[in-house]
């Protein structure tokens, strides 16, 4: 579609991304408190990257889904893609995110991870899903997207599942974060944490729309050597 041709070919959208990625390091790494939760160490300023990654996690994996509701209804092969590429991309944020809170929980839990703690649970279980989710998609041809639009679906289930996951069971380190009574003694900066969603999100749209454009340029090779 044309909207990720002018996002993986155009100049202007790069750099409004340059600018957000820019604002984000200075005002993460320049003017934001290191003291979170009653603990002062300079590792708790990944949080602004795990919060973003985790949350942009989920809005790629959302457009897997509505990717693949829309190629189930209309057999278009670039909804298929698109959902393909933003579930790429997602899966990179998800573990750069498992990553990064890993770090964190290290330094305010004192561990790196727990399997008692129902939001890492379902957290893994929604990397592994996806994980599966790709392993589909790059294993069968164009005539069988179904299938893996078919998982794209099935698997979106993990995503509110995980981020409900802290009021539907008692947690044993993670807190809800939005109307919960977690947050005392936190000092993330709202104006810092805002700019680094929008400049992941930036990022996302932009690298999703080049992964498009790759993939729609790999069915023209495959078609034209009789591999599809």
């Known amino acids: ?14 750099a409004v991304l340059a600018v957000l990625g820019i604002a984000s390091i200075v005002l993460i790494f320049g003017f934001t408190s ?31 889904f509505i990717g693949s509701v829309q190629y189930l209804r209309t057999r278009k092969r670039f909804w298929n893609l698109l959902g393909a590429a933003s579930g790429e991309i997602g899966f990179l944020m998800l573990t750069s ?15 790196y991870w727990s399997w008692a703690d129902v939001r890492m649970v379902t957290m893994f279980v ?3 899903v996806y994980a599966g989710y790709l392993v589909v998609f790059n294993s069968t041809r164009d005539s069988e997207g179904r299938y893996a639009a078919t998982y794209g679906v099935i698997g979106f289930v993990t995503i509110p599942l995980s981020y409900l996951s802290t009021r539907l069971w008692r947690p044993a380190l993670h ?54």
Do not use: C
């Open 126 to 128: 929604t990397w592994f």
């Open 97 to 111: 995110a498992i990553v990064m809170g890993s770090l964190w929980g290290s330094v305010i839990w004192g561990v």
């Open 34 to 64: 290191p003291m979170m939760y009653g603990v002062e160490n300079a590792t708790n300023l990944v949080a602004y990257w795990h919060i973003a990654l985790a949350w942009t996690a989920g809005i790629a994996l959302f457009v897997t």
């Open 175 to 228: 807190k809800p974060t939005i109307g919960g009574s977690g947050a005392e003694g936190s000092v993330i900066d709202p104006m810092t944490l805002v700019i680094s969603i929008v400049a992941i999100m930036v990022l996302y749209a932009v690298v999703t729309a080049m992964r498009v454009r790759v993939l729609e340029l790999r069915d023209v090779v495959l078609r034209q050597t009789g591999r599809t």
């Open 1 to 14: 579609m044309d909207v990720t041709r002018r996002l993986s070919t155009g100049y202007a959208v790069p």
